[in-house]
């Protein structure tokens, strides 16, 4: 039980560190963006699921495996962002397919824990509700004169959380 509720926070942290950073500047349409995420969430973690509950990896190289790829999609976030594209520009497929890299391995790990493909329904929407929370907070945030010009920094921030909390 104790394992469940622990992906289910670290789904949660990932869906605020996602949502945050597609609203930190928004470019697109926010139903359309947070659509085609919710999609390739699903898909990608599906998919590392069915994958992880046919292969066998070690877990602490697998938890360090998530925690570099959490790195270096902060440090590849941070490089590519424009104030006035933000951190995904219109034509930024690149930047969905680190995205679906990170969401594979997630689902992966979940896959090797050996929790049933039922489950995704349970992560999508917690995954969910943490893009929606971190829309409302970054727009909090742009709305407090004190924080605006720190609203950037966010996303990278839960990125690097995420990635030492997995070493944890």
């Known amino acids: 039980m104790i394992e469940v509720i622990v992906f289910t926070f670290f789904i949660l942290l990932t869906g605020v560190a996602v949502g945050s950073l597609l609203t930190a500047k928004l470019v697109f349409s926010w139903q359309m963006i947070f659509t085609v995420t919710g999609l390739i969430f699903f898909f990608f973690v599906w998919i590392g699921m069915l994958l992880g509950g046919w292969l066998w990896f070690p877990d602490p190289l697998l938890k360090g495996l998530i925690s570099f790829v959490s790195v ?97």
């Open 72 to 168: 270096i999609l902060a440090v590849f976030f941070f490089r590519t962002y424009h104030p006035s594209f933000g951190y995904i520009p219109t034509r930024g497929l690149l930047h969905w397919g680190v995205l679906a890299v990170f969401f594979f391995f997630l689902g992966f790990e979940i896959g090797i824990a050996g929790f049933s493909k039922w489950f995704i329904v349970l992560f999508t929407v917690v995954f969910a509700v943490g893009v929606v929370s971190s829309a409302w907070l970054v727009w909090r945030l742009k709305n407090l004169m004190e924080f605006r010009f720190l609203v950037q920094y966010v996303p990278i921030l839960l990125f690097v959380f995420i990635a030492v909390l997995k070493l944890v």
